[in-house]
């Protein structure tokens, strides 16, 4: 069954420090994938997206994701945590001919000062 | 800002109700898509409209439907409301080319059901 995973529910992170969320799925064949951040009370922002070609792909604020198609994973990670990081992310997966897009359950990240 | 809106922000209703949820789509966006989140189910996909036809179903209940009117702003229709259904409803657009699939993400609208 199609599926995608976030392994962390709650990570806590000092601020400055360096950040690797998790993500896999399980499709039949290498999909759309993103990461979204939602604020409290806001909606999804889109942090990056990979649809083919250069494995490690750049965001905004600092993020990055690298596709290891060997592991089925797309991690998120940022070199130095702001506390304006705190947010809940999440790891999307769509595949070429369905619209159906679906989410991990998402990890709430926690930034300690 | 994503530039898509939804109205209202909150929402609060009694159980066995009917209630429509809004959305304004980018500019220029010609799907619309409907996601719940919860807290039991994350968040979930309902359902899709292409340039006012249905594109794809996902797990929408029966009580639940939608439209996407020749303006291409939608609505979502939830009735016959349950404790149950008591989530935050959001609303995505996409400029719908097959090799760009980036949805934008509105507001939502927070439905509470007593």
């Known amino acids: 069954a199609q599926s995608v995973t976030q392994p962390d529910i709650h990570i806590t992170v000092s601020e400055g420090a360096s950040l690797e969320l998790r993500c896999n799925y399980s499709?039949?064949?290498?999909?759309?994938l993103f990461w979204y951040v939602q604020s409290p009370g806001q909606g999804l922002q889109l942090l990056l997206k990979?649809?083919?070609?250069?494995?490690l792909v750049q965001g905004i604020k600092g993020f990055e994701a690298e596709f290891k198609r060997s592991q089925s994973s797309f991690n998120l990670r940022k070199p130095s945590v702001h506390w304006s990081d705190a947010a809940e992310y999440f790891c999307?997966?769509?595949?070429?001919?369905?619209?159906?897009?679906?989410f991990g359950a998402g990890t709430r990240l926690t930034v300690k000062p | 800002d994503s530039g898509v809106t939804q109205t209202p922000k909150h929402l609060i209703t009694a159980t066995g109700q009917r209630v429509t949820l809004r959305c304004s789509p980018r500019?220029?966006?010609?799907?619309v898509y409907w996601y719940q989140q919860s807290l039991d189910q994350g968040l979930q996909f309902l359902i899709q409209?292409?340039?006012?036809?249905?594109?794809a179903k996902g797990n929408i209940l029966e009580r639940f439907s939608a439209q996407q009117f020749p303006d291409l702003h939608s609505e979502l229709n939830l009735s016959s409301l349950e404790l149950g259904d008591s989530a935050l409803y959001f609303c995505?657009?996409?400029?719908?080319?097959?090799?760009?699939?980036?949805?934008?993400f509105g507001p939502g609208t927070r439905l509470t059901v007593l």
């Open positions: 500019s220029g966006d010609l799907s």
């Open positions: 990979y649809f083919s070609g250069d494995t």
């Open positions: 409209y292409y340039n006012g036809e249905e594109r």
């Open positions: 499709y039949g064949a290498t999909p759309y």
């Open positions: 999307a997966v769509m595949t070429y001919n369905n619209n159906d897009m679906r």
């Open positions: 995505a657009s996409s400029v719908e080319v097959t090799d760009t699939r980036e949805q934008f």
